[in-house]
Each structure stands twice: as structure tokens, then as C-alpha cells.
């Protein structure tokens, strides 16, 4: 078994870094473009490190040292919890080589372990990120012994475990209720968005208290936290009282859990994956024939793409799901409270001129078109043999990702504006600014996937968010596009309108620029090549 396994995660492992591409591949573009992941992951690494290692720091100067352990470990696990739940599809069930890798001479309980143990490997790198900088500084500054921070740094290797445990049974869960109803893919959609948006209500009831709130609320965590998820409480008074047996029963607890789940999933595992696979069968009822136009039926096939895949879907729909929270929570917020509990003079005068470009920023967290030719996967050949011309295979996947765009831009504008009472020069520019932005990030996103496709990908996440350079660029320019204007009109408020416009002209310019970009590209020599 161990052998079998071992080579289960050597696969896993060479898929998700994209090491195959880097040392075996004759492709110097693939090449290149996995040293090019590696540095922006370095980079990312890197950020996350100093901002923990300020929070940490800034906890220690004001006394609060001894609380480290507690904070770093109901923060990793929360990290842990949103992060692997946003990847669970397509992790466990519906990989796209189960076929594959079930008709080899494996048990389902090596499959699902070297799958587990990938998410697991991911998370500890959070874990790491997170805690690393919090032990250095509750090393020097709190009086916890040796054997205390011991047991804090040991705790690294098993803080990830519950919390994946949860997001994952989680995500098999709504995989496993979806798959018996006939629209599936949209119930999952719908329930995995529900999940996110209870988390952003949260948070963002969190943000809006004030001191003596957050302390009581703090208070009574941490009664919930003693009732409901003793590992944090095991953990902590291990460290404070360097107590052994408390530490080996969280470790107990972990590695447990995790054996639970690992035989519960591998026992249903062909069940699930069987009922996820199969298609709902239609009784076929003769109809008449309608023709339409090549653009209309590739919008059609996109569209239907679109929702098909669960990851897909939740991943580029969740900006315009979180503008529509903004703005159906300011119904219910005046700005003039927002201006109180946040200490910033004029925010709501700020809020009233800066608002196209607010809705800019979800704008650009938009885009299917980033990985929606990657995803064509092994099928992409239909591309080639359809009678369709390349541009209109383009045109209907930034259909797609406008068709999204607009109408949560539309809703959310409208009651924005009628919530800040904008003037009509404002109302104008609430209308174009994020028209532009919508045309820009899509344009964008196509050009990129046409530049950086992944077609060799063994689950729909790796070509959605498991180091896709087309969706890291797209994501990337999309928020500096729309964050350097904000920033630059909040500081000249003055002239905060003409930026706007000029922004607007700029981007505009750039995404017909792309378009003909584009137009020149033919795309079966760019599926070839990749």
C-alpha cells in the first residue's frame, strides 16, 4: 500500500506545482511560465509573512504576547476552512482523472489519501506562513518555557487537519446532496454560494463593531470556542501550562478525525463520484428544429459551460456576489454611520465620488473568459472542427462573462445611487465607469488564456485557480486597473471626475487594442502549440 501510495502522491504533487512541465518538458514557454508561477508565489509567500509577522509584532508591543498561540491558531484555522472549501470540487470527487486512476490496481482509501494529504500539504504551507512569524515573536517576548514553545512549533504539523476535515466533508456533502437532483451543478453552485456569503456577512458584521463589542463578542468566542472546537483550547493550554497529555490529545483528536473521514469517503467514494459523473436522463420529445446564428450557438454552449462546473461558476461569479451584499447591506447602513464607526472624516462624500470605481474593483475580480479556454480540456478539437469563425468562439465567451457582469452592475448601481443620492455628472459616470471595466476585464481575460491556455489539467481547479497564469495575470491587472485610480482620485478629489474619464478612454483604447489582438489570432495553431 505504501508504495502504491507514494506513486498516487508523486502524480498529485507533479500535477499541482507543475513540475512535469518544468524539468521534463522541450517547451521553453512552459518553462518559463512555471518559473514565472514559482516567483509570484514566492512573492505572495513573502507578503504574507511580513503582514503576519506586523500583526504579531504589533500584539506583543501592546502586551497581548501571551495570546499569540490562541489568535495564530483560530486564524490558520479559518484560513484553512475558506481556502479549502473554495478549492473542495473537484479535490475528492469529480476529478476529471477518475477514470484513470480508478482503473488501476488501487484501493479507493490510497486514492482518497493521496489526494487528502495534497490538501493537506497546501494548508500546512498556510500554517506555516501564518504561525511561523507568531512563534518567533511569542518565543522572545512570552515566558511560556521550552517545552512550551515545543509543543507550539510541533503544533504546526497538525493545526490544518480538523478545519480541512470540516471544508472538505463539507464540500463531499454538497456534491453528494446535488448529484440526486436533476440541476445539480446550479444546486451546488447555489449552496456553495450561500456558504461564502454567511462567511462575508460575518465578517463583515465583525468590521462594523466597535471595541467594547468586539471584546465582549471576544469573550463569548471564546465560551463557543471551549464548547465547540476544544483542539484551540487543547493546544493553547498545552503551550501555557506545557502540559503533554494535552498535546497528545490534540494530535489524537486530529489524526482520528482524519481516519474517520478517510474510511467514510472511501467507502462512498465510487457511489459519489458514480452519481456526480452520471447525466440526467431527458425523455426526448420531438420538437421543431430552430436554426441560429454561429455566434449564438457557441453563446449558448459557453453559457451551458458556464454552469456545469460548480468552481467555475463560484469562483468568477463571487465579485458581483459580494457587490450585491455591499450594496443591499448600505440600504440598511447610512453613510453617516459608516463616517461614525470608522473614524474617517467626509466617507460619505468620499463613498458618493469614488463609487464607479468601488464597483470597478468587484468588476475586475470578474472574469470567465480568464480560464474559459482552458477548460475546453481534452475536447478542445470541437474548436477546430466547428464552422465557426475564431473570433466568434471569442466573442461568445466575452458574451458570457459580460452577461454576468451586467446585471448584478445594474441592480447594485441602482441602489448605490439611490442610497448616496449622487448627482447626475455621477449617476453618468456610475454608468460608464463600470461598462468599461466590464468590456476591459473580459477582453483581458480572453487575451490572456489565449496567450497562457492550460490544457493539461487533471481537475477543473487546476485550470480555474491551481496556478493558472491566465487567471493569476487576469486577476492581477484587473485590480491594479481599477485600485490605482481610486487611490489617485482620493487623493485629487478635486479633479476626481476628469481621472475617471481619462481612465476610462485609456482602458477603453487598451481593450480595442487586445480586440484586434484577437482578430489577428488563429486558434487552432494555438491549440496545437500548446
Known sequence: MKNRYLLLLKMQLYNLFGMNCIFHSHNQKEKRRGIALGGITILIIGLMIVYSTIIGMSLASMGYANILPTISILLCSLLTLIVTFLKSSGVLVGARDYDMVMSLPVKNSEVVLSRLTVVYLTNLLISIIVVLPSFVIFWIHAEAGIWGNIMYLLSFLFLPMIPMIISLGLGVLISAVSSRYKHKNTLSLVLSTLIVLLIVVASTRAQSMNMDEILNIGILFSYMTNKFYP???????????????????????????????????????????????????????????????????????????????????????????????????????????????????????????????????????????????????????????????????????????????????????????????????????????????????????????????????????????????????????????????????????????????????????FSLILYKQLQAYQLCEIIYKS
Not at 359 to 367: E, K, L, N, R
Request: charged share 10%; aromatic share 12%; proline share 3%.
Open 231 to 509: 483542539p484551540a483550547v487543547l493546544i493553547s493550554k498545552a503551550v501555557e501550562q506545557q502540559n503533554w497529555l494535552y498535546f497528545l490529545a490534540f494530535v489524537g483528536m486530529s489524526v482520528l478525525l482524519n481516519i474517520i473521514f478517510i474510511s467514510i469517503v472511501a467507502h462512498f467514494y465510487q457511489k459519489i463520484n458514480t452519481a456526480i459523473c452520471n447525466h440526467s436522463v431527458v425523455r426526448y420529445k420531438g420538437k421543431a428544429l430552430h436554426v441560429s446564428s454561429p455566434f449564438k450557438a457557441m453563446y449558448k454552449r459557453e453559457f451551458n459551460r458556464y454552469f456545469s462546473c460548480t468552481i467555475y461558476a463560484l469562483n468568477s461569479t463571487i465579485g458581483m456576489v459580494l457587490l450585491l451584499v455591499v450594496a443591499l447591506l448600505l440600504l440598511f447602513i447610512s453613510p453617516e454611520a459608516l463616517e461614525q464607526q470608522s473614524g474617517i472624516v467626509d466617507l460619505s462624500q468620499i463613498l458618493r465620488q469614488m463609487l464607479p470605481l468601488v464597483i470597478a474593483v468587484f468588476v475586475t475580480m470578474t472574469s470567465t473568459t480568464s480560464a474559459s479556454l482552458s477548460l475546453e480540456g481534452k475536447n478542445r478539437w470541437i474548436m477546430c472542427s466547428v464552422p465557426v469563425r475564431d473570433i466568434d468562439i471569442f466573442n461568445s465567451k466575452i458574451a458570457v462573462n459580460l452577461t454576468i457582469i451586467f446585471p448584478f452592475v445594474l441592480i447594485s448601481a441602482g441602489l448605490l445611487g439611490f442610497r448616496m443620492r449622487i448627482s447626475l455628472i455621477q449617476a453618468v459616470l456610475l454608468c460608464v465607469v463600470p461598462t468599461v471595466y466590464a468590456c476591459f476585464i473580459s477582453v483581458l481575460g480572453m487575451y490572456m488564456n489565449v496567450k497562457f491556455p492550460r490544457y493539461d489539467w487533471t481537475s477543473e481547479y487546476y485550470a480555474i485557480k491551481g496556478g493558472a497564469i491566465s487567471v493569476l495575470a487576469t486577476m492581477g491587472i484587473g485590480m491594479l486597473s481599477s485600485l490605482v485610480p481610486l487611490f489617485i482620485c482620493i487623493a485629487f478629489q478635486n479633479i476626481s471626475s476628469l481621472i475617471m474619464v481619462a481612465t476610462s478612454i485609456l482602458l477603453l483604447t
